[in-house]
T-cell receptor
Framework: KAGVTQTPRYLIKTRGQQVTLSCSPISGHRSVSWYQQTPGQGLQFLFE???????NKGNFPGRFSGRQFSNSRSEMNVSTLELGDSALYLC???????????????FGPGTRLTVL | AQSVTQPDIHITVSEGASLELRCNYSYGATPYLFWYVQSPGQGLQLLLKYFSGDTLVQGIKGFEAEFKRSQSSFNLRKPSVHWSDAAEYFC????????????FGTGTQLKVEL
């Protein structure tokens, strides 16, 4: 099976712009989670989608949003970009084998966002 | 809320030496525990996980970890380190019934001296 794919891999934006990142999960996986990784804050959970519904949300401002499509592909959007949004954004998918808690998550390579 | 502490930011070991990376967690019940590895420019790769049962968990690449409830620890070990093990290692905890949200530690950067 192909792994989790994220597009684009690299992105440069300027402050005030908005950006959309895409994630295609492993075939058959229905849960998609997003994480932000920065040198200062480490890995932080953004949100999780399952069957097109947001199931979990981290402590990020409303500028960060996401959605999931019927084919389980997910997008996240960041509006009004700030310098502090520069980060590696990682997407992870899981198969929902169990009760939805602690399923193994498989991570994509990430999208490196730079805000100038 | 759950939390994870990885006390060692950097660790340097010689190739062939044994390795132990520390992880302590805070969670009100028995958590799900994970170790991931990240090489430069890469995403995270799962090394091993603990859900229940045997407290000594075997993973890929010769790694193992032991869940110690009394110490709230889940330390990662490898008997003989290879140069290719140089990477950053993350311990993570997931809450039972909490969906797939993971809380990560700050990571331990492993350097291997030849």
């Amino acid at each position: 099976k192909a792994g989790v794919t994220q597009t684009p891999r690299y992105l440069i934006k300027t402050r005030g712009q908005q950006v959309t990142l895409s994630c295609s999960p492993i075939s058959g996986h229905r849960s998609v989670s997003w994480y932000q990784q920065t040198p200062g804050q480490g890995l932080q959970f953004l949100f999780e989608y399952f069957s097109e519904t947001q199931r979990n949300k981290g402590n990020f401002p409303g500028r960060f949003s996401g959605r999931q499509f019927s084919n389980s592909r997910s997008e996240m959007n960041v509006s009004t970009l700030e310098l502090g949004d520069s980060a590696l954004y990682l997407c992870a998918s899981s198969s929902q084998e169990g009760q939805g808690s602690g399923d193994t998550q498989y991570f994509g390579p990430g999208t490196r966002l730079t805000v100038l | 809320a759950q939390s994870v502490t990885q006390p060692d930011i950097h660790i340097t070991v010689s190739e062939g030496a044994s390795l132990e990376l520390r992880c302590n967690y805070s969670y009100g019940a028995t958590p799900y525990l994970f170790w991931y590895v990240q090489s430069p420019g890469q995403g995270l790769q799962l090394l091993l996980k603990y859900f229940s049962g045997d407290t000594l968990v075997q993973g890929i690449k010769g790694f193992e970890a032991e869940f110690k409830r009394s110490q709230s620890s889940f330390n990662l070990r490898k008997p003989s380190v290879h140069w290719s093990d140089a990477a950053e290692y993350f311990c993570a905890v997931g809450a039972r019934g909490g969906g797939n949200k993971l809380t990560f530690g700050t990571g331990t950067q492993l350097k291997v001296e030849l």
